[in-house]
């Protein structure tokens, strides 16, 4: 019977649906199912589920390290191999992908059937191209990921490693049932799961009340996302039938509603279809954090740097677009959605990095950073364009990643320091020079420096995008202006953090870090320089391990400008023919008109669009990729000057025009005191959560504690009299367990004869038969 | 007869097994003598493998026998784990010391023996088609355990359950085979599928319905439903927790497979979909009356034992109403199919009680008796995390908490129920299961919540590892196989296959000849086919 089940293709008929196979002819119906698995164009091979399996095994093992009270580096090494050999598999499932996508199951989950109606979601795993591109990011960053972790959790070595580790293999679990899953309750599964693993990691270090905090916040925010990816889930499957991909997107009906939406008329399309996406939406929100739902991700950083890097930066948090991107032809039939995700994506990316611009700690600067570059995400989403979105998710990994693996060895080696008023110079200290040069490209990147970075051609996609489309011409130069912000904010860091006069307070993790041995040796003569209170701390540099991780990142975020170049120009390169050939495929005729006289579209779904006046975008006159490069460049470059003046050391590190010498005080100060209350609201992130605890935590709370009240009186009250009731019953009829052996041959016979007599009585009264 | 042993090859495999448990469980050399419940391992795999491709039969319930039989084979593996240093304990640490080994005082022998005698009565059950047959099995799979009881401790109270035990079991038996011996006076054969072909024809005489309802009453002693139900706490409570889960799962496993057997002669399809009237009255106050006693009894216990003794009357009061709704219309769906339901249930209910026994088994006192009363689980999960969990695990799926196994099960029931129309019996499920509550969450709260340290009274965990190691693969086994709980279902679903006799069959002279038989069946579907194409 397993095996029967574990050869079942998606698409055969379930047993229940066939009763009739139900005699003995077990061998020859196994055959049958064999072969019909074999002849299934869309069965793919089984070992691709090692990509699942692996984690798993990683997850089991950590948990056997911990039980069994390893106290050596095993599990981290035990989790670099599973996951490397994870990625090698995905790396061979994209060499082998044959342009078809193909689904490979683990086994029969949920198969039920009702009237002519069924329920289907396996255990099964959808590839694609989509699938791919996400996966391959997802295996490759937590690989290298881990191994940086191998180095940053030394200090927990122990439990809290296996812990650590555990958690992590089973996030990469969640993160491949959520990306590769072939329905929407493997990418419900999954999405609980990362959200489940991300509140595990948040609340790592759980003998800290903040940690904790941050956690619970973490989870409950994501809780109302969820709430939206469920009624979602729920709905396609009541309007559709079907929450499998390959049926669902394949729905005759799906494609009646998208031809309607490609002449514009939304009318014929129901309310409840166009629902599904606004759900869908709400869910996408949660988990990548855009507002109003954004609060939990800066406060996320609680966890350690490992993760804030995997999970909030790079993978979890790109969840929403990997959803919207999956989900584009339901989007596209919702009249309203789209053009929601692109306002949102908008207003978070502005106020996010206007936030970010007054923090002082940096990795809540970087968390504010990805809050907005998200927003970016999702603008391109709701500007039609998947695949620059895509694009700036994927160079965002590499560059977030690296930037903040860059903050967390500069926390790990200043004993937990991040405020940017108390670090200085740190790029020339003994030891730090790769620091400093690795998180000078990934600021680069992220600032989008013109030309040199990839940060720069995957935000250019979506700032082009914005003007060619009509009516969101607006929005274009919202994303602009917030461009020249992130280069402020990006520069501020490095210019105040790791260039300038040498200066260091170590944070208040002192005796937890300097007492233990890695690195003393080589650290001695490394300290900061006279000027700090305290003579005995010594910051370690960061070993191997951290530098290797550094600099491969630093390499893969400059060589991904090449992504959007090598294969297929007509996509939008490599990332654009990934995209092309999935279900998030969808060509804006507007970029199409612009660019490129005739899309050839190989995709499995015929995709239109909005029609209007497909005037080409101009900006300054100018096409509009190239009016972008010339705006979006000079802006960056404005915004990094800016940066240089105001913060940037005396002399050519603060490109000449800097003026500190201090680590503490800068031109800034000045002008911040002058600002009026402005910039002490922007570092009090603009008072949101305290607003939201005025008005939804407080009224919660009141209304809770009323109901608790009436629970406890009202209902406690009568459950308890209802409770009472078969406990009196029980005493009434406890005698009869007398424990007599008589006594219980009496009452069998008794109970035989009153039990006929009754039985005898009904049937009389009835009008039985006999 | 090839048919049969074909059938019968697991029962074959366990009772040269048996013989060799004898032998082996006096040997003097100590190496043999711990063979034996290896011996009863292999067996009971080579049993489950022998079972996976048994064919199909001619009966009522021509698929029943590969699943029932994996079913028996694989919780059988379960108990017998848990069984692991139940009886000889004293004697071995006296060999230890240097004694003699004494094969007058051992017991090790015939306890594993009589378990596989009782495993072996529980699959010829299954394979059951003939009521002497059955009668035989079902003493097969009881008489063994009387003694297993008995022996299981070393306590005086281990002795009395055994004897009530046996008294009332033999009133039992006496019970059903009366109903037996009528049902064969008013059908004039033993085999069960002439017996429904008799009922199909000529309708159910009313010496047939006494003797069915007799019957019915009387193997319900088996399952511990209300009114055979009273030695169930007395017994479970004196015998030790290994036997006691024994006691749980097989002869409960053998009364329901026997009911469905006797219920199947009479048919489900005779009164459009359910069961004759008489029948139909006689099990819904059955099962009313048994989950309710059962619920009710449990509520003010305070030995665990007894909880569970309680909780597993309640059990099969539930599972009664699977067989009130029987399997529902021919090729109709799982969750429409009461037997489908009974099945699944029996599975579920195997592996969370043995998993709650294990704990149970796994904890004693420093004098060496065991973990019984409600004191001695407090703050279990922090004192002994696997056991503790491992009980909250499995007493929250008794419960029926959703995402375990045996909250699957009782949905199984539940729409059984609904779709054959019992909407008032469900009802009284519903209330039951609340009133439930109350015990299993007092259980999962002593478990889980630490009251005080100092009053805890001094518990350890027994040395036989292998006991902990049935409590785990059972709380796994809740977990987790809701998610694979696909193929479990289908396979209750294939096995539950009810095919109803067919009216209008001359009776044969001659019942010997089971090929003539077949010949006849095949005869008269022709015959309604030709019916039905004109």
């Known amino acids: 019977m397993i095996t029967a089940s574990l050869f079942n293709s998606f698409s055969m008929p379930a047993f229940l649906a066939d009763p009739s196979a139900g005699h003995g002819e077990a061998s020859q119906h196994l055959a049958q199912l064999a072969e019909h698995a074999a002849q299934h164009p869309n069965a793919g091979p089984k070992w691709v589920l090692l990509i699942v399996l692996l984690p798993v095994l990683g997850f089991v093992l950590n948990a056997f390290y911990a039980a069994f009270g390893n106290k050596s580096k095993i599990p981290a090494w035990t989790t670099i191999a599973l996951l490397a050999t994870a990625f090698i598999a995905t790396l061979s499932m994209f060499l082998s992908y044959e342009g078809t996508p193909y689904t490979v199951q683990a086994f029969e989950w949920f198969n039920l059937h009702y009237g002519d109606k069924s329920f289907v979601a396996n255990f099964s795993f959808y590839i694609d191209k989509l699938t791919i591109l996400w996966m391959l990011f997802v295996t490759g960053l937590a690989t290298l990921i881990a191994l940086y972790a191998s180095e940053y959790m030394s200090h927990d070595i122990g439990l809290g490693y296996c812990r650590f580790f555990a958690a992590f293999c089973l996030f990469v679990f969640s993160m491949a049932c959520l990306v590769m899953g072939d329905n929407m309750l493997m990418l419900y599964l999954g999405w609980e799961g990362v959200g489940l693993c991300s509140y595990l990691l948040i609340g790592y270090f759980y003998k800290k009340p903040s940690a904790v905090a941050a956690a619970k916040k973490a989870f409950i925010v994501n809780r109302i996302g969820d709430l939206g990816l469920a009624l979602g889930v729920y709905l396609t499957f009541v309007h559709f039938g079907t929450v499998q991909y390959s049926e669902l997107f394949a729905n005759e009906t799906l494609h009646t509603y998208i031809n309607a939406a490609a002449t514009g008329d939304f009318s014929h399309i129901p309310a409840q279809a166009q629902w599904i996406a606004l759900l869908l939406m709400v869910g996408a929100f949660g988990k990548s954090a855009q507002f109003p739902l954004y609060v939990w991700l800066p406060d996320a950083m609680e966890g350690p740097t490992p993760v804030s890097a995997l999970i909030h930066a790079a993978t979890m948090v790109t969840a929403g677009v990997y959803l919207i991107a999956r989900f584009y032809p339901i989007f596209l039939v919702s009249e309203h959605a789209l053009p929601i995700v692109a306002w949102i994506g908008t207003i978070t990316a502005l106020l996010a990095a206007t936030i970010g611009m007054a923090q002082f700690d940096i990795k809540r600067i970087m968390a504010y950073s990805t809050v907005s570059q998200l927003g970016y995400m999702f603008a391109a989403l709701g500007l039609l364009s998947t695949t620059g979105a895509a694009f700036h998710v994927l160079t965002h990994a590499f560059f977030k990643a690296l930037l903040f693996l860059a903050c967390g060895a500069v926390m790990h080696g200043f004993a937990g320091q991040l405020d940017l008023r108390k670090l200085s110079g740190v790029a020339w200290m003994k030891g730090w020079g790769i620091v400093g040069v690795t998180m000078l490209v990934g600021c680069m990147n992220l600032a989008g420096l013109p030309y040199i970075t990839s940060g720069f051609y995957s935000k250019d996609m979506i700032l082009a995008e914005a003007f060619i489309t009509p009516g969101y011409r607006m929005i274009g130069w919202i994303l602009v202006f917030t461009a020249i912000l992130t280069a402020y904010y990006t520069f501020r860091v490095y210019f105040r953090v790791f260039v300038g006069p040498q200066h260091a307070e170590p944070g208040d993790e002192h005796d937890d870090h300097d007492d233990h041995a890695h690195g003393e040796e080589q650290n001695h003569d490394a300290g900061p320089h006279g000027d700090h209170h305290s003579d005995h701390f010594h910051p370690h540099a960061p070993g191997w391990a951290i530098n290797t991780v550094l600099v491969i990142l630093a390499c893969a975020s400059m060589l991904s400008i090449s992504l959007a170049y090598i294969q297929k120009a007509e996509h939008h390169g490599w990332v654009g023919s990934m995209v092309a050939e999935s279900s998030a495929s969808y060509h804006s005729p507007y970029a199409a008109e612009a660019h490129y006289a005739h899309v050839e579209h190989t995709d499995m779904h015929p995709v239109a669009g909005p029609v209007g006046t497909a005037a080409p975008g101009k900006v300054f006159g100018m096409d509009a990729h190239a009016g972008m490069i010339l705006v979006s460049g000079l802006g960056a470059i404005f915004g990094v000057l800016v940066a240089a003046y105001f913060h940037g050391p005396k002399g050519w590190q603060g490109l000449f025009i800097g003026g500190r010498t201090e680590s503490d005080k800068c031109r800034m100060d000045a002008i911040a005191r002058r600002a009026g209350p402005l910039p002490r609201l922007a570092e009090n992130k603009w008072f949101v959560d305290e607003i939201y605890a005025a008005i939804l935590v407080t009224p919660l709370r009141i209304i809770s504690h009323i109901f608790h009240w009436i629970d406890k009186l009202l209902l406690d009250g009568l459950v308890n009299l209802f409770g009472f009731l078969p406990r009196v019953f029980a005493w009434v009829i406890r005698p009869s367990q007398s424990g007599v052996l008589q006594g219980y041959a009496v009452s069998m016979a008794g109970g035989l004869a009153v039990l006929l007599f009754v039985v005898l009585v009904i049937v009389m009264n009835s009008g039985g038969a006999a | ?534």
């Open chain 2, 1 to 534: 007869m090839n048919e049969k042993l074909a059938i019968l090859w697991p029962e074959i495999f366990l009772f040269i097994a048996t013989c060799l448990v004898m032998i082996t469980g006096q040997w003097p050399s100590r190496a043999i003598r711990h063979l034996t419940p290896w011996i009863c391992a292999i067996a009971l795999t080579v049993a489950f493998f022998a079972a996976m491709s048994s064919p199909t039969t001619q009966g009522m319930f021509p698929a029943i026998v590969p699943y029932a039989k994996m079913l028996i084979a694989g919780v059988g593996m379960l108990i017998l784990l848990l069984l692991s240093g139940t009886v000889d304990r004293e004697l071995e640490r006296e060999v230890d010391n240097g004694k003699a080994f004494s094969s007058i005082r051992s017991n090790r022998g015939e306890f594993y023996a009589f378990f596989m005698f009782s495993i072996t009565g529980l699959m010829l059950t299954a394979s059951a088609d003939d009521l002497i047959w059955l009668f035989l099995a079902l003493e097969l799979t009881s008489l063994p355990t009387y003694i297993m009881v008995a022996i299981s401790t070393n306590e005086k109270k281990s002795l009395e359950a055994a004897v009530k035990y046996f008294f009332l079991g033999a009133l039992g038996a006496a019970t059903f085979l009366y109903g037996f011996a009528l049902i064969y006076g008013s059908a004039g054969s033993t085999n069960l599928n002439e017996i429904a072909q008799v009922y199909a024809t000529n309708g159910i005489s009313s010496i047939g319905m006494i003797g069915l309802l007799i019957a019915v009453i009387g193997i319900s002693f088996k399952i511990a439903a209300v009114p055979m139900h009273f030695y169930t706490p007395d017994v479970y409570q004196g015998a030790a927790s290994p036997v006691a889960a024994m006691l749980a799962f097989v002869p409960k496993t053998a009364g329901f497979l026997a009911l469905m057997f006797i219920l199947g002669t009479a048919g489900w399809a005779s009164n459009g979909n359910h069961l004759p009237v008489e029948l139909e009255a006689t099990l819904w106050i059955m099962a009313a009356l048994t989950m309710t006693v059962g619920n009710i009894l449990a509520l003010l216990q305070s030995s665990v034992k007894r909880i569970l003794a309680y909780s597993s009357i309640a059990h099969s009061g539930y599972m009664l109403v699977g067989l009130i709704a029987g399997p529902g219309e021919a090729g109709g769906p799982f969750y429409q199919n009461g037997i489908a339901a009974i099945l699944f249930y029996l599975l579920t209910y195997g592996v969370m009680t043995v998993g709650v026994f294990a704990v149970l088994a796994s904890l004693e006192h420093r004098n060496g008796t065991e973990a019984d009363d409600i004191n001695d689980i407090r703050g279990l999960c922090k004192s002994q995390p696997v056991l503790g969990w491992t009980l909250v695990i499995c007493v929250l799926s008794m419960l029926g908490f959703p995402p375990l196994l045996g909250f699957l099960g009782k949905v199984g029931l539940f729409t059984s129920g609904i779709a054959a129309g019992q909407y008032a019996l469900i009802v009284i499920l519903g209330i039951n299961s609340a009133i439930a509550a109350c015990y299993y969450l007092r259980l999962v709260a002593t478990a889980y919540i630490d009251d005080d340290s100092k009053t805890r009274p001094t518990i350890y965990p027994s040395p036989f590892f292998m006991r902990k190691i049935a409590g785990v693969i059972s709380a796994f086994a809740v977990l987790f196989l809701l998610v694979f709980a696909q193929p479990l279902v289908n396979g209750a679903y294939k096995a539950s296959e009810y095919v109803p006799a067919i009216a209008g069959e001359p009776e044969h002279e001659d019942h010997h000849a089971q090929d003539e038989i077949k010949d006849n069946d095949e005869h008269a579907s022709n015959e309604v086919a030709i019916i039905t194409n004109d």
